[in-house]
Structure formats: C-alpha cells, structure tokens
C-alpha cells in the first residue's frame, strides 16, 4: 500500500511540474511577441507580400514573402477562423524598419 501512494505522490509532482514547465514556456513565447509586435510598431513600414502556405491544423497561420530594401524574407503570422486569405493572395505586410525579418500582417489584431 506504501507503494501506491508513493507512486501517486511521484505521479502528482510530475504532472504539476510538466504543466508549470508548459505554462513558463507559454508565457515566454507570448511575452516575446508582445515585445516584437511593440519593435514593430515604434518603427515600421508596409510592404505587399504573398501568401505562400496556409496552416489550419492545430493553429491558423499564414506564411508570407515580402521583400524589403531588395532582401526577400518569408515569415509567419496568426489569422482568424473568419479571415478569408487563400495561397497566393497579396497582403499587407507591415514591418520593423529596425529588424525587417520581424512583421505582422493586415490579419493581426495590432496592426
């Protein structure tokens, strides 16, 4: 009976700390958008770009190629269920004049 116990207290500490590790990893990544999209926005320019793959499983996003100061750079960016955007429909991009490579597009709520 020791066993059994010890074993669902092993179980419970395991779980909990794999939750915790997914949390801080979540955050991380939701802090460090939020830190882009501000670079972004304090010094940017638009561009057109083309979408060149659409992901719908698991999460909706967009690839996209724009071109700024003759340099081509293919980044990604969230859409909505209720955004209508095909492969190989033009966009909007706007981007950060400082880092190019950082973007988000028409389809972004902070645009």
Do not use: C, H, W
């Not at 979540?26 to 083309?50: C, H, M, P, Q, W």
């Not at 429909?89 to 902070?110: A, C, G, H, R």
Request: glycine fraction near 6%; charge should be positive.
């Amino acid at each position: 009976m020791q066993k059994n116990k010890k074993d669902t207290i092993i179980g419970v500490i395991f779980t909990l700390s794999l939750v915790l590790v997914i949390s801080l990893i979540a955050y991380y990544l939701r802090v460090s958008r939020k830190e882009d999209i501000k670079l972004i926005n304090n010094s940017f320019g638009y561009t057109k770009g083309i979408v060149i793959k659409k992901t719908v499983y698991k999460s909706r996003s967009i690839n996209v190629k724009y071109i700024v100061n003759g340099k081509s750079y293919i980044e990604s960016d969230g859409i909505n269920a209720e955004d209508n955007v095909s492969e190989g429909d033009s966009i909007i991009v706007k981007y950060s004049t400082e880092k190019p490579e950082l973007m988000i597009t028409q389809f972004n709520d902070e645009f």
